[in-house]
């Protein structure tokens, strides 16, 4: 139990556009899911937490307006890299969490994460 | 704050010998603990984690940690050492009193285990 999907799981994607990454709970539902970047040999950066149906929260210098969080169900959480350029670049992974119960019990369940190259 | 601390970039071991991975930590309160591994490429993958209890955590794959309180550590170790358990390992607290509906984890930097044939 406790499986956490993304997609997609690697995308190429030219200077300008923007790309979109799904986070999905299969067998739970997440009250709160976070989202990471990870560049080569580096730990994960915590880039905001969201839960279902309020405003993420982002992190200090992380732009809001350039990575769209959206956490419309209690299974899906989804990042949007809006007018994406090469530095943006980077390995993103999101994680989950199960709400309710004792709080401190609640672990992260993460995703496999999705590499993102910007030509 | 809350911050977690990895002292080895990397760690070389013979496969077949035992393994430690180093961790200390800080937070404010009583710590919960974890260890993921991941492999290149990949997610995280949950190894074990310390709540309460005993301070001996056993996990996946054959690891345990030990939780010293004292020292503010929390190393991982294997007794036997696999090539297969090659990747990176990343140690995580979070402050057991940081709030209903705050679970956000603190990682240390990471540690690439590399086991030697």
């Known amino acids: 139990g406790a499986v956490v999907s993304q997609h997609p799981s690697r995308v190429i994607c030219k200077s300008g556009t923007s790309v979109k990454i799904e986070c999905r709970s299969l067998?739970?539902?997440?009250?709160?899911m976070f989202w990471y970047r990870q560049f080569p040999k580096q730990s994960l950066m915590l880039m905001a937490t969201?839960?279902?149906?309020?405003?993420?929260?982002?992190e200090q210098g992380v732009e809001k307006d350039k990575f769209l969080i959206n956490h419309a169900s209690l299974t899906l959480s989804t990042l949007t890299v809006t007018s994406a350029h090469p530095e943006d670049s980077s390995f993103y992974i999101c994680s989950a969490s199960i709400g309710g119960g004792a709080v401190g019990y609640n672990e992260q369940f993460f995703g496999p994460g999705t590499r993102l190259t910007v030509l | 704050a809350q911050s977690v601390a990895q002292p080895e970039d990397q760690v070389n071991v013979a496969e077949g010998n035992p393994l430690t991975v180093k961790c200390t930590y800080s937070v404010s309160g009583n710590p919960y603990l974890f260890w993921y591994v991941q492999y290149p490429n990949r997610g995280l993958q949950f190894l074990l984690k310390y709540i309460t209890g005993d301070n001996l955590v056993k996990g996946s794959y054959g690891f345990e940690a030990e939780f010293n309180k004292s020292q503010t550590s929390f190393h991982l170790k294997k007794p036997s050492a696999l090539v297969s358990d090659s990747a990176l390992y990343f140690c995580?607290?979070?402050?057991?009193?940081?709030?209903?509906?705050?679970?956000?984890?603190?990682f240390g930097k990471g540690t690439k285990l590399s086991v030697i044939p």
């Open positions: 969201s839960n279902e149906g309020s405003k993420a929260t982002y």
């Open positions: 995580a607290v979070r402050d057991m009193y940081s709030g209903a509906g705050s679970y956000q984890l603190t």
């Open positions: 067998d739970f539902q997440a009250t709160t």
